[in-house]
């Protein structure tokens, strides 16, 4: 069992940066893929980046260059740093864990965050 809490959500502007943090229990979380989805209105969940329990990584091609997904198995936790952020960019973003690879379909995921919302103001 892993729980997932997100933190580091709010308002920017655009151009602005953020880091979302992802706080992971559980004594497996080494094992695990980890990968931050985001939910705009009306539009379905996405898969942003993703990161493997070796640190290989993935990007959605509409962040590429300008996110940075990672992670520390030390303190049980990975990040995603949001840089030059756009008004497309706004969401509420999770945090998800599954036992194996890299997937881009959020069924492939067992467990979830609650969420972080990003505004991004133009």
């Known amino acids: 069992q892993v729980q997932l809490v997100e933190s580091g959500g709010g308002l920017v502007q655009a151009g602005d940066s953020l880091r979302l943090s992802c706080a992971a229990s559980?004594?497996?979380?080494?094992?695990?893929?980890m990968g931050w989805f985001r939910q705009a209105p009306g539009k379905q969940r996405e898969l942003v980046a993703a990161i493997t329990s070796g640190g290989s990584t993935n990007y959605a091609d509409s962040v590429k260059g300008r996110f940075t997904i990672s992670r520390d198995n030390a303190q049980n936790t990975v990040h995603l740093q949001m840089n030059s952020l756009k008004p497309e960019d706004t969401a509420v973003y999770f945090c998800?864990?599954?036992?194996?690879?890299?997937?881009?379909?959020?069924?492939?995921?067992?467990?979830w965050g609650q969420g972080a919302p990003v505004t991004v103001a133009s």
């Open positions: 559980g004594r497996t979380f080494n094992s695990y893929s």
């Open positions: 998800a864990a599954r036992n194996g690879g890299i997937s881009f379909a959020q069924y492939a995921y067992s467990y």
